[in-house]
């Protein structure tokens, strides 16, 4: 049993490495966790972590599946005596962090260490706008009405005001928009419920915190927009940890585009009318100008009715009648603009609506004007539109940032590098000078795994592949009773399969779209002969461990689609810059999405089971050897028979085992 006083040894002695003392096979953890496996890799990670967070220095590490970085970065973290923000892929990995990781290793510390845990503003009810804006909603729409009884019964007892504690109610409900607040509706400290706010109450907690937890994306809405309150949070953290940070460069992307949609023009028309009834009621035109607003909306989407995807704002706009429409849109805008702004020394919410309408008149300005540093695009779809300028580059923006902060850095994931090499994240993210430590698996993937490499006898470009691949797999998904995850590179291939496999009454099928992606997760693991067919959102979050997934079949290389206006983009300026796009960028990027599907099957040391990568050019291109050498290491074989002999004698040693 763990002895108080080992810990404060190990407190009081710095020259002892945390790596030696906790992570060894004599350590501490060893003592206290009932599974605990030692693992080089862990303890190697610890004590890297343990030396960037000492020196405040920058530190990349790939940890392979089933090193245990949470705990490898979390002990070294809460034992640094620092102020630590950690930032995590998903709210999903940060409630397991808070709820879970944390507890466990805080049970035998013992140290006197204050966490919170911290969600972006759209997570928390808003009592203003429960109060104030709800009841119009419910006599307006009885759908919702009901839901907002619902949010306010809830809202007499919770604590927190996180939305995710009304169940009864879908996180992506419509509802929400209306019941929560946003940069461009937050009255801040001159909203009449401040005190009881629960986004403030958060940020409050955070502020004392020695350890905050956060999520990517509400890191970089801060990085965006200097004003979601992690802004006041960095100033005094000495260290920022970032786990599953291969998704940092595309996030980074995302937020610091700019955009405006029809849904945030429509709720600003809604925002207005509400604002200029309670602060500003003798103002009688602002009715018909906001409705020559929201008809200007609904035009510009009906001229975009035959348009469904993303596309390049430049060919988009060629069309006369478009841009008739659009130049429709932007003088409703500056209409609405002109009517409320003499009024906004009238009321808070009034020069708020002001400040909103100002900036999506400029960013529809900035989209409109095109501008050699940054990609602008137009997204449709069934109900609304999008339109963003997403910038080229990324690099120079979270430089400065950090340039900005005497802090720690350390960015870690299981897929971070190509080919044993890192080049692509850093350069992605500007990180050249920071110091790289890659840590294999300690899996054993030779033994427990196979690579199956089919011959299709067609390309993947060719109109009966998606049927080669499935007719491929059936005899693996017999022989297996199912227990496979198909994983597609595009929904028109899933749909295409799912309707021919439709037919095999042997295999539960479950198909993305039908459910959402939590209950089909759910349902694939307590279901027999499970086959789950799953598209992007699949191939990474995803664990299931134990039997019930033995076989992971993916039927393209995930190179992205080249007629996204985005990736086109980035294409072009490459290629504008003397580089070769398709190496420095398209295949990186493959290559990182291949391994995070590949890594969905093997999550716990005593799982075993087969990848089937059904595309030929892994063997015919000279760059299959790229996927290959990035994978773990796992024996391949292009023969059925000896895929098929191999998950035959996997489960029967299993079975004889449990007997």
Known sequence: MLVDEDISTVKKDSSRMIGENFFSESGLLSEYLEKFRYRPQQKAMSEAIENTLAKYGQLIVEAGTGVGKTFAYLIPALLSKQKVVISTGTKHLQDQLYFKDLPTILDFLKLPVKTALLKGRANYLCIHRLEHYAPSIQMHNRHLGKKINTIKEWSQFTKTGEIAEVTAINENDSVWPSVTSTIDNCLGSECPSYEKCYVVKA????????????????????????????????????????????????????????????????????????????????VKEIQPTVDVLKKAVADFRIILASKNGRFPWFEVISDSKVENLFDELCKAIHTVYEIISPQSDRGKVIEKCVERCERIEQNLYLISDGQDERINWLECFEKGFKLHSTPLVVADS?????????????????????????NHFQHQLGLIDAETLMLDSPYDYQNNTRLYLPALGVEPNDRSYTHKVIDAVLPILEINQGRTFILFTSHRALRIAANYLGNHDQFTLLVQGDAPRRKLISAFSKTDHAVLLGTSSFWEGVDIRGDALSCVVIDKLPFAAPDDPVLNGRLQALRRAGENPFMSYQLPQAVISLKQGVGRLIRDEEDYGLVVLCDPRIVTKPYGKTFVNSLPDMLPTSNLDDAVNFLQLREYENETVSH
Not at 231 to 251: K, R, T, Y
């Open 203 to 282: 940020r409050q907690k955070a502020q004392q915190a020695d350890m905050v937890i956060i999520n990517h994306h509400l890191f970089f809405a801060d990085l965006a927009l200097k004003m979601e309150g992690f802004g006041e949070l960095l100033p005094s953290a000495n260290s920022v940890i970032f786990d599953e940070a291969h998704q940092l460069p595309e996030l980074a992307s995302n937020f610091l585009a700019i955009s405006v949609s029809s849904r945030q023009i429509n709720e600003l028309a809604e925002d207005v009318i509400s604002a200029m009834l309670e602060e500003a009621p003798d």
């Open 398 to 422: 979270f430089q400065e940032f950090m340039l900005q902060y005497k802090c720690s850095w350390v960015f870690t994931s299981a897929t971070l590098t190509v080919n044993a090499k890192f």
